[in-house]
C-alpha cells in the first residue's frame, strides 16, 4: 500500500555550507569552467535543491546507460530521465578525470563545482529510441539530442555554490524545502500536484478541484516555468493567468508554485519523472492526464505515444514512487445544466448539449479577436490572453520583397510603405536594400556569405520591428532560398511573415537597366552580379507573386494591400 501522508521532513540539498560558500567560489574562479546551457541551469538548479533526489550530479555513464536501457540508476533507484552535462568534444578533451570544474550560469557567476569522473561519447540514437520512443527529429527532444547538446557528456557529483537568479516572481517561487516547510506549518498532510504548460481554463479549475476532493487532499498548481514546448504561450503570461485562477478555488485549500523545470515532453517516463519531482517537492498525489507531455505528431504525422500510456507506466511505477497517481478526469461542459461534468459519467448524453473549444479554435478566436464565452474560460484570463496575443490586425509582420536588382521592389516597397501610413495604428519601417547597406551592412560586399549576413541582419532587425508590433518592410535581393526561410523562421516566432516575389524577368531587368549596372556587369566591371554571374533562386511558394511588366507600380503595391487584408493582418 502506498504511504498516504507526506513525510514532510527536509530533503537532502547538494549547497555547500552557508560558511564555506564564499571561500569555495573564490577558490573556483580558478578552475577550468562551463558556462552552462538553459536547460543545463534548469537542471542544476533542480539538483541542487533536491528537485532530482536521488541524483547527486550529473550522471555517470553507468548511470546514464541504466536510465537510457530501463529507468534505473547502477544503484537500481528508479529514474526515467537521462540528466547529462553535454558539451563539445574540444572542451571535453580539455577536461581529465579527476578533474573540477566550475559550472557558470550565462553571465559568469559560478554556481556550482563538478568533480568529472566520466567523460564518454553517447550513444544518440540509442538515447532517442528508448528515453523518447523514436529517433525522429519532429520530437523536440530529440531534436535538441541531435542538433543542440554537445557530443560528449560529462558527469560527477557537484557540490553547489548557489542557485540561479531568478528576478521574475521570485515570491512564487520554491524550492522542495521551502514546499516542505510551508506544507508543514499548513498541516497540509496530503497534496495533490498538477502539473502544467499551458494557461489553466475553467475546465482545468474544475478537474483539479475535483482530483483533490477526491483524494481529500489539498491542491498544489505547479506550473512549469523553465523550458516547455517551443511555441508555448511564454511564462511570464502563463503566470499572470494562474494568479488570477486562484482566486477561483475555496480560500487557502490551494496554493501555487513556479517550478522552473526543463521539460522533455517524453510522454509516458516524462510523467514518472513529474512524479518523483513531486514527491521531492513534498506532494502526495500527482495528476496525470490524457497525453500527458505529449510531443505532438511525429514525422508521419501520428502521435509519439498512445494516450494512455502515461498513465499506465505511472501506474507501474506508483507504490516504489510513493506518490498517487489521480487519474485526469476529462471535464466537459453541459450546456443544459451550465456546469462541468466528467465526459464519462454524463448521465442523459444524448438528449444534452456537450460544448467544447479546441485549442486550435482558442487561437483562432484570439487572433481573430471573436469572442471567447465565459463558460470556456475565465474573463480575467482572457484578458490576460489577449494582451499577450493582440488580434491580428493590432500584431507586428514582415512583408518580404526579394528579386533582381532593379526588378521595382524598392519602389513598390515605397508605395506600400505611404499606403500603411496613410491608414496608420502601427509604426512601420522600410529595410530597403540600399538602405540597409549604407547604414546595417555597410562593410559588405557580395559574395555568398556576404549576402548571407546581410540577409540575416535585415531578418532579425525585422524580426524585432514584428515583435515590438511593428510593420517591417524589406526589399533586398535575398537571391538564396536557404537564407530567405532562415529568415522567415526567425519572423514567423513573432508574427506573419509575408514573402513577395517581384517576378519581373532579367531580359525585362536589363532593358530597363536603371542605374546603368547591367551593362556593367556584362563588362566584367562588376562581379558576382545576381542574374547575370550570380543565382538567383526563384522562391517557389511565396505568399504573392507580382508581374510588374503591365502592371503600374499603384497596382502592386494594392495587390500586396488585398493579400494583407484577406490574412487579416489589416482591417477590411
Ligand atoms: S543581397 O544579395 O540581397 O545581399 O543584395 P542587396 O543588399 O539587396 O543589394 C543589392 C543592391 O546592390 C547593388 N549591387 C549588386 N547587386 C547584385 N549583385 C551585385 N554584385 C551587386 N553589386 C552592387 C545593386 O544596386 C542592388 O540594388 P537594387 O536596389 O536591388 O537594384
Redesign the pocket.
Given at each position: 500500500t502506498i504511504m498516504m501522508e507526506n513525510n514532510l521532513a527536509p530533503i537532502s540539498e547538494l549547497y555547500v555550507s552557508h560558511d564555506s560558500a564564499e571561500k569555495m567560489k573564490f577558490e573556483a574562479a580558478q578552475l577550468p569552467s562551463w558556462d552552462l546551457t538553459a536547460r543545463q541551469v534548469c537542471d542544476l538548479e533542480l539538483l541542487m535543491n533536491g528537485g532530482f533526489n536521488p541524483l547527486k550530479g550529473f550522471m555517470s555513464e553507468a548511470d546514464y546507460d541504466g536510465v537510457v536501457e530501463n529507468m534505473r540508476m547502477a544503484d537500481g533507484a528508479l529514474w526515467p530521465m537521462p540528466i547529462t552535462l553535454d558539451v563539445p568534444k574540444k572542451f571535453a578533451e580539455s577536461v581529465e578525470i579527476g578533474q573540477d570544474i566550475a559550472l557558470r550560469d550565462p553571465e559568469g557567476v559560478i554556481l556550482a563545482v563538478m568533480s568529472v569522473t566520466d567523460n564518454w561519447t553517447p550513444n544518440k540514437a540509442l538515447e532517442a529510441e528508448k528515453v523518447f520512443g523514436a529517433d525522429d527529429l519532429a520530437h523536440p527532444a530529440v531534436n535538441y539530442l541531435h542538433n543542440t547538446a554537445g557530443e560528449v557528456y560529462l558527469g560527477g557529483p557537484i557540490i553547489g555554490i548557489q542557485q540561479p537568479m531568478h528576478y521574475d516572481f521570485r515570491a512564487r517561487r520554491n524550492t522542495p524545502n521551502e514546499l516542505r516547510a510551508y506544507f508543514r506549518k499548513m498541516g497540509w498532510r496530503k497534496v495533490v500536484a498538477f502539473q502544467t504548460r499551458n494557461p489553466l481554463h475553467r475546465a482545468h479549475q474544475e478537474l483539479t478541484f475535483r482530483a483533490a476532493k477526491e483524494a481529500q487532499a489539498n491542491l498544489l498548481i505547479h506550473p512549469v516555468v523553465g523550458l516547455t514546448k517551443p511555441g508555448d504561450i511564454d511564462h511570464f503570461t502563463r503566470v499572470r493567468c494562474y494568479e488570477a485562477v486562484l482566486d477561483q478555488y475555496p480560500a487557502s485549500t490551494t496554493s501555487m508554485s513556479l517550478l522552473n523545470l526543463a521539460m522533455r515532453m517524453a510522454g509516458p517516463r516524462e510523467a514518472v519523472w513529474h512524479g518523483l519531482i513531486r514527491k521531492n517537492h513534498g506532494c502526495t498525489h500527482f495528476i496525470v492526464g490524457r497525453d500527458h507531455a505529449g510531443p505532438g505528431n511525429n514525422s508521419q504525422g501520428e502521435d509519439f505515444y498512445g494516450p494512455y500510456d502515461a498513465q499506465d507506466l505511472f501506474r507501474a511505477h506508483e507504490e516504489e514512487m510513493g506518490i498517487k497517481m489521480v487519474d485526469f478526469k476529462h471535464m466537459v461542459y453541459v450546456q443544459d445544466r451550465a456546469q462541468y461534468e466528467p465526459a464519462d459519467e454524463i448521465e442523459d448524453k444524448d438528449d444534452v448539449t456537450i460544448l467544447n473549444i479546441s485549442g486550435t479554435e482558442l487561437r483562432r478566436r484570439l487572433s481573430e479577436g471573436l469572442e471567447i464565452p465565459e463558460w470556456f474560460s475565465f474573463p480575467a484570463v482572457v484578458t490576460e490572453l489577449r494582451r499577450t496575443r493582440p488580434p491580428r490586425a493590432q500584431q507586428g509582420f514582415t512583408v518580404f520583397f526579394t528579386g533582381?536588382?532593379?526588378?521595382g521592389?524598392?519602389t513598390i516597397a515605397n508605395a506600400l510603405m505611404v499606403k500603411l501610413m496613410e491608414m496608420g495604428g502601427r509604426p512601420t519601417t522600410l529595410l530597403?536594400?540600399?538602405l540597409?547597406?549604407k547604414n546595417l551592412?555597410s562593410e559588405?560586399g557580395?559574395s555568398k556569405e556576404?549576402?548571407d549576413l546581410?540577409?540575416r541582419r535585415i531578418g532579425y532587425v525585422a524580426s524585432e520591428i514584428t515583435k515590438n508590433g511593428g510593420i517591417a518592410i524589406c526589399?533586398?535581393?535575398?537571391?538564396y532560398a536557404t537564407t530567405r526561410r532562415a529568415v522567415r523562421e526567425d519572423i514567423e516566432q513573432f508574427g506573419a511573415f509575408l514573402e513577395v516575389h517581384v517576378a519581373t524577368s532579367i531580359e525585362e531587368c536589363e532593358r530597363r537597366d536603371?542605374?546603368g549596372?547591367y551593362k556593367l556587369?556584362r563588362e566584367g566591371k562588376?562581379?558576382?552580379?545576381?542574374g547575370i554571374?550570380?543565382p538567383y533562386d526563384v522562391p517557389e511558394h511565396p505568399e504573392l507573386r507580382i508581374e510588374t511588366e503591365n502592371t503600374d507600380v499603384d497596382n502592386c503595391a494594392h495587390q500586396v494591400l488585398l493579400k494583407l487584408e484577406s490574412m487579416g493582418l489589416i482591417a477590411a
Open positions: 533582381f536588382s532593379g526588378s521592389k524598392s530597403d536594400g540600399d540597409v547597406r551592412s559588405l557580395f556576404h549576402r546581410n540577409i526589399a533586398p535581393i535575398a537571391p536603371r542605374k549596372l556587369a562588376i562581379k558576382e552580379f545576381t554571374s550570380d
